[in-house]
T-cell receptor, first 112, second 112 residues
Framework: RKEVEQDPGPFNVPEGATVAFNCTYS??????FFWYRQDCRKEPKLLMS???SGNEDGRFTAQLNRASQYISLLIRDSKLSDSATYLC?????????????FGKGTKLSVIP | ETGVTQSPTHLIKTRGQQVTLRCSSQ?????VSWYQQALGQGPQFIFQ???????GRGNFPPRFSGLQFPNYSSELNVNALELDDSALYLC???????????FGPGTRLTVL
């Protein structure tokens, strides 16, 4: 089983749609969780950290279920500028070590 | 931009050759991590340097080696290049082991 698995995608959605990405991770001892965004041929950039209590940043909502080892990202009211690859990222190590494990990514295309 | 720079931006090598990639970390950052991103995949952790010492290594053979200098810049060296080493090589710096990593733009290596 892969350490971090994501929906294969691609997701093609119209502007204004709501889209959800799911991710599972295999290491139950994982300490921290993130969603990164990567534009074509660019470096990954942190979109948001994911907390057990859930967190929201504008149109973006992230959820973590430690019992199910499941992470989600919801994007509401999609914009053309949201088109990118979304990477689910886990830090499987404990404190004092920050070695990110990335999923393969899910490509999102928002269509006018 | 993150302030993390990498050089060169692109590189073409042939099988069996050796390559050195360079990374300048963001001001104030003492930790550098290196990742390999093959086409269509998420980045994979190679190793991490903290205050000039290796602090963890991913599943990469010994022909992948690195250094971190007193100014916290870093090098990634790959010996005996193979075709599968063709990828985007990303470095990321952070202000400590437990802190957010900021990625540079990457070096795209092609091995022919």
């Amino acid at each position: 089983r892969k350490e971090v698995e994501q929906d294969p995608g691609p997701f093609n959605v119209p502007e204004g749609a709501t889209v959800a990405f799911n991710c599972t991770y295999s290491n139950s001892a994982s300490q921290s969780f993130f969603w990164y965004r990567q534009d074509c041929r660019k470096e990954p950039k942190l979109l948001m950290s994911v907390y057990s209590s859930g967190n929201e940043d504008g149109r973006f909502t992230a959820q973590l279920n430690r019992a199910s080892q499941y992470i989600s990202l919801l994007i509401r009211d999609s914009k053309l500028s949201d088109s990118a690859t979304y990477l689910c990222v886990v830090n499987p190590s404990g404190a004092g070590s920050y070695q990110l494990t990335f999923g393969k990514g899910t490509k999102l295309s928002v269509i006018p | 931009e993150t302030g993390v720079t990498q050089s060169p931006t692109h590189l073409i090598k042939t099988r069996g050759q050796q390559v050195t990639l360079r990374c300048s970390s963001q001001s104030g950052h003492n930790t550098v991590s290196w990742y390999q991103q093959a086409l269509g995949q998420g980045p994979q952790f190679i190793f991490q340097y903290y205050r000039e010492e290796e602090n963890g290594r991913g599943n990469f053979p010994p022909r992948f080696s690195g250094l971190q200098f007193p100014n916290y810049s870093s090098e990634l060296n790959v010996n005996a290049l193979e075709l599968d080493d063709s990828a985007l090589y990303l470095c990321a710096s952070s202000s400590g082991l437990d802190n957010e990593q900021f990625f540079g733009p990457g070096t795209r290596l092609t091995v022919l």
